[in-house]
């Protein structure tokens, strides 16, 4: 009897050795990236904000554009070779017919609209965020980020580093489709 | 032997011509605000301090030179400026980026265990440290008969011993 309570007794630093080991061990093996920060703003619309478009200087947008439809948001920047990396696919995502707006981050407009001239152009609308005003109500701390918001214009997800075949497969396309 | 000499005198030189590189360099990352007042310019060096950079992980946005961190600086300076506390521009912040940019974590449901974690550990540790203790005098008392005799034999030995 004794013996016993005393077995038990000793499993105790064991059972939470375990736990702690596992707790641990879980983002590791998942190969979680800790660089990669989930959005504060999940939950909650798109903030409100004015930008230009980034052909057209007269022509003006604010939040009610990313209502009606759920699409998808991708920030992005010449200076950024990622973002160079994954245009391709994301013309493919356009191709498939996915709406997408683009919003060019504390860049040079010139620039921005030579590349979407000599790389084609997968976005709807493209926002001119020269000043990074939306990107910091955003909480974007990194070019490339996608954000998945819904046809009510709560942001859903958001993911951060490019879209690629894989990572949107594996994941991100189960994302997008639960979105209404 | 010359050869020696010679490099010995250029290493100094090298050293200054380092030094001197490298200061010009950090003296370059430094922004510098201006303040209406001496509360305020506190306020600032506080926060930006306390506020984490989401892009380089493991500086504040005064220590970092990445561009985001600029960015977050200015903003600070610029809410700051506006008058704003110093627990409305964290807010502000942690709308934005989540309770990553904070150095000074909140108690939430996901980070209670750093206040709880180290008091459950003391506890249980008295815990077991009380029953140990509490144990200790019954076991004293476990001899049977033929050890306790043996006990009080070795007693008088003992007290044999040390009166000759």
């Not at chain 1, 981050?105 to 084609?120: E, S, V």
């Not at chain 1, 009510?152 to 594996?170: A, E």
Request: hydrophobic share 40%; aromatic share 10%.
């Amino acid at each position: 009897m004794l013996n016993k309570r005393r077995v038990l007794t000793l499993l105790v630093p064991f059972i939470i050795f375990i736990i702690g080991a596992i707790f641990l061990a879980t983002p590791l093996l998942k190969g979680s990236d800790p660089s990669k920060l989930d959005s504060a703003l999940i939950g909650q619309a798109v903030p409100e904000f004015t930008l230009q478009d980034i052909y057209d200087a007269d022509k003006q947008y604010d939040a009610s554009i990313f209502k009606g439809q759920k699409m998808l948001l991708n920030v992005w920047a010449t200076w950024c070779p990622t973002c160079y990396a994954e245009h391709t696919y994301l013309n493919k995502l356009a191709k498939q017919g996915l709406y997408i707006v683009g919003m060019n981050y504390k860049d040079d407009r010139k620039k921005a609209i030579r590349w979407l001239k000599d790389l084609n152009d997968p976005y709807k609308i493209s926002l001119f965020d020269k000043s990074g005003m939306l990107g910091m109500d955003l909480g974007v701390y990194g070019a490339p980020e996608t954000f998945f918001i819904d046809s009510n214009g709560i942001i859903q997800y958001r993911h951060v580093g490019d879209l690629n075949n894989k990572v949107w497969n594996d994941k991100l396309l189960a994302i997008y489709e639960d979105m209404q | 032997m010359i050869q020696l000499n010679k490099v010995n005198k250029l290493l100094p030189l090298l050293l200054a011509a380092c030094m001197i590189l490298f200061s010009h360099a950090s003296q370059a990352a430094i922004d510098t605000f201006e303040f209406e007042n001496a509360q305020q310019e506190k306020t600032f060096h506080e926060l930006t301090k306390l506020l984490r950079c989401p892009k380089c992980q493991n500086q504040n946005i005064a220590d970092s030179n990445a561009e985001l961190a600029k960015d977050l600086r200015n903003k600070t300076y610029e809410l700051v400026k506006q008058g704003q506390s110093k627990d409305q521009v964290v807010d502000y912040m942690v709308a934005r980026f989540g309770n990553f940019v904070r150095y000074d974590p909140p108690v939430t449901p996901a980070t209670i265990f750093l206040w709880l974690g180290p008091l459950l550990f003391i506890i249980f540790g008295l815990l077991v440290l009380i029953r140990q203790i509490k144990k200790q005098p019954a076991k004293a008392n476990n001899l049977d008969d033929q050890e306790q005799q043996k006990l009080q034999q070795l007693l008088k030995q003992h007290a044999k011993d040390t009166k000759s």
